[in-house]
């Protein structure tokens, strides 16, 4: 397996301003005036509702004997990213950041326990279907009740949206299991689509992401800078 070559992503000068004035707040975690800034972004609050777009649609249960987790290596605006589905759905979505592209697959394949079968066709497909405006995709997802109740929550959060832990912690009605809620968000095992990017510490630090405190850095002023169509079409034209 080898890593694809990263595509020059064409932005408009009004994009790159945005998009470098964003991230420079929020690299200095300076979260208050993010906060203000992102309220003036209002080409952001489009009809697409990215939070609408995907669905679970299959909360627990490991495969059946003989049922296959399908694999490949995509491009993205922010790098190669390792894309597994089921027959049922998108199941796991993860950057090569600071990992190999084999490490990353084995670490996003290990909970399931299935035969892996690498099929760039069909992956491509589904990779096409989730960043594609007009259609919606399927979650297949593996994890506890707690987890679950968490990665619903994520998807509801708007886009260019930023919440906290314990905002989630009191959704879910347990407000004294922030550390347990924190633990939820870092296992969620579809980066970008459950947006766990988007959540931050109840002192509005970045806190920890899995795949580098940069690219947190990276997604969010991106959405803050970006429709969620632009956004999403510029991905889409990494996948042609």
């Known amino acids: 397996m080898t890593d694809r070559p990263e595509k020059q992503i064409i932005y408009s000068h009004t994009e ?20 203000m800034k992102n309220k003036k972004y209002s080409h952001n609050k489009c009809n697409f509702k990215v939070n609408n777009k995907f669905t679970i649609a299959k909360r627990r249960g490991k495969l059946e004997q003989g049922e296959k987790i399908y694999w490949g290596l995509i491009s993205s605006i922010f790098g190669n990213m390792i894309m ?38 069909f ?22 009740d707690m987890q679950m109740q ?11 949206t930023i919440k906290s832990y314990s ?49 947190k850095v990276d997604l969010l002023s991106h959405e803050m800078g970006l429709s969620s169509e632009r956004l999403f079409n510029l991905q889409y034209s990494c996948l042609r």
């Open 150 to 160: 968490i990665w619903q929550k994520l998807l509801e959060i708007p886009y260019a």
């Open 16 to 35: 790159e301003k945005n998009i470098k004035f964003i991230h420079d707040i929020i690299e200095k975690e300076n979260l208050s005036s993010f906060r």
């Open 84 to 121: 597994t589905a089921t027959s049922e759905g998108l199941c796991g979505l993860a950057f090569c950041k600071n990992s190999s592209s084999h490490d990353t697959l084995h670490k996003l394949s290990k909970p399931w326990k299935s035969e892996l079968v690498e099929d760039r066709v």
């Open 167 to 215: 905002y989630l912690a009191e959704k879910i009605g347990r407000p004294n299991a922030v550390r347990a809620v924190a633990n939820a968000v870092g296992a969620n095992p579809i980066a970008w689509v459950i947006p766990c990017h988007r959540v931050l510490s109840k002192r509005n630090k970045l806190s920890g992401y899995r795949w580098g405190q940069n690219l």
């Open 123 to 144: 992956i491509t497909d589904i990779a096409k279907r989730v960043f594609l405006v007009s259609q919606g995709v399927q979650l297949h997802l593996l994890g506890t």
